[in-house]
């Protein structure tokens, strides 16, 4: 990942957490809030790869903790973990498919969510799992909608990576 | 006899194409440790923050350095809520069309019997001030008279299932301190609970940790408010031998004890009773409240700061 890369990714995600926080989060259908940053976060990872994903996610988790001056360190704990799993997936058996965004998207929406709810619950805070559960299927319906425009817009802006440059473990027959 | 070089899709596929030789892949270089090691850095740098703030959340130098951060965020923050309120405005002008007609009809009836009641209301507060003059009653701040409000926008709605939160742009620099009432223009929002440098956390009735002294201000019936199902309230602890009426207004009870002051003065509006229950085997009436509040829509708030504070005998 070059320089120029990373400040792109770095101006995505800012902008996609500053989103978040201030429009999205209020929005609010059928229980379900689409979570803009994350989709942005799988879509640099998908793109990217496990290290820049961990580090894109750490960085969002830090900038969506610090505009709402939560739990330093809760978001970013569980986005650095999301973005290298989507990343690892990007970089072997995801790679050129089509449906790794929504696919990504919602396995990532899910963990992310449980993801929060074990953070609470290990902290001795209120995890309403119940909740959760509920809010989670609208969360994931609005979060595949935005998928397409997002993955769109960030793909436009980093350009996929040469063949060259993805893992070996791994290797794509056919 | 086969060529030595064919390939498995040579085999399968009976096609001429050859596999093209793997290319040296820069990749190799950056070996499994080193991604490994990013992420366990990264992990471990998240625990230790998500520990000292967890240890700390109200105080401290990362709670300071958050607050700073928060600080420089703010005005992306106030630019996307600007960028966004023309069509969140848009959207409740459409959706409030359709029920405009038959509120109008509703709320005339209401501003009559509001009129007469604000005459009664002015005549017995002017005689509560005489008597109390007469009394030289001693009491802590009264609101509204004893608090200057300051006014401002709430910038973030931190929603989700674990926290009924949201931000708004005053901290300590004007005043706000840890549990500062927070109003709006209909009744009581919530607390502060998170006090930063220019933004602080609003902590919503709503929200499963609060808990409100209030009191029926016609039955004087005093309770709890806790949260209810469905974004609504419910005033517990109130006794199956009380009296409380569907209608009655609920305002926060202030202060009892002066040993035990109370975050919120009396007589901050909270709410409207929509309806009363009991059961053979709960301890307690099931009073159900409407608040005042648009709690879900919030633009502008007002932080309740004391200006007079209560003399110590």
């Given amino acids: 990942m070059t320089l120029a890369d990373g400040l792109k990714a770095a101006a ?63 978001t970013s704990l569980v986005l650095t973990v999301s973005g290298y799993c989507i990343g690892r997936y990007g970089e072997t058996t995801g790679r050129d498919r089509a449906h790794a965004p929504y696919l990504s998207v919602a396995v990532v929406t899910f963990l992310f969510a449980f993801g929060v709810l074990i953070v609470h619950f290990m902290l001795g805070e209120r995890a309403p799992a119940g909740a959760v559960m509920r809010g989670v299927w609208p ?36 | 006899m086969a060529p030595p070089n064919r390939s498995g899709r040579v085999a399968v596929l009976g096609s001429s194409l050859q596999r093209s030789k793997p290319n040296p892949y820069p990749s190799k270089a950056r070996s499994a440790m080193v991604r490994r090691a990013v992420l366990a850095i990264l992990v471990v740098v998240a625990l230790a923050m998500l520990t000292i703030s967890f240890r700390s959340p109200t105080s401290g130098v990362l709670h300071d350095a958050q607050s700073y951060g928060a600080s420089a965020l703010r005005p992306f923050e106030v630019a996307a809520t600007r960028v966004a309120r023309p069509f969140r405005d848009g959207y409740n002008y459409v959706t409030s069309l359709t029920s ?54 709430v910038i973030s709605f931190p929603s989700g299932p674990f926290a009924q939160q949201l931000v708004i742009d005053v901290g300590t620099k004007q005043g706000v301190r840890l549990n500062t009432p ?13 006090p930063g440098r220019s933004t602080s956390v609003v902590t919503l009735l709503t929200d499963p940790d609060s808990a409100v002294p209030a009191r029926d201000l016609k039955t004087h019936v005093s309770g709890l408010i806790r949260h209810g199902q469905g974004g609504t309230l419910i005033l517990d602890r109130v006794a199956k031998n009380q009296v ?63 200006t007079k504070h209560r003399s110590h005998p």
Avoid: C, H
Wanted: proline share 4%; net charge neutral.
């Fill in chain 2, 182 to 194: 927070i109003v709006s223009a209909d009744g009581l929002v919530g607390r502060v609970t998170n």
């Fill in chain 2, 100 to 153: 405009a007609k038959s509120e109008l009809k509703k709320y005339k009836k209401m501003a009559q019997d509001y009129r007469a009641e604000a005459l009664r209301n002015a005549a017995a507060a002017q005689q509560n001030d005489d008597l109390q003059a007469l009394l030289r009653y001693e009491s802590g701040p009264r609101y509204p008279q004893d608090y200057r409000a300051v006014n401002t926008a």
């Fill in chain 1, 139 to 174: 969360t994931v319906v609005l979060n595949l909608i935005l998928t397409g425009p997002a993955y769109a817009l960030v793909r436009r802006l980093l350009r996929p990576r040469e063949r060259a440059d993805y893992a070996t473990e791994v290797q794509l027959l056919g």
């Fill in chain 1, 12 to 74: 995505l995600l800012f902008v996609a957490a500053i989103v978040q926080v201030s429009i999205f989060s209020q929005v609010d259908i059928l229980g379900g809030v689409p979570q803009l940053v994350l989709v942005v976060l799988v879509a640099v990872s998908l793109l990217r790869g496990s290290v820049a994903g961990a580090t894109a996610g750490f960085f969002a988790g830090l900038v969506v903790d610090t505009a709402t001056l939560g739990q330093l360190g809760l």
């Fill in chain 2, 244 to 306: 409380v009426n569907k209608g009655d207004w609920i305002v926060t009870r202030g202060t009892v004890d002066r040993r035990y002051p109370d975050e919120y003065p009396y007589g901050i509006p909270i709410g409207r009773v929509i309806s009363v229950g009991t059961s053979d085997i709960a301890s307690f009436l099931t009073v159900q409240i409407q608040p005042l509040a648009q709690l879900d829509s919030l633009d502008s708030v007002a932080a309740l700061i004391p």
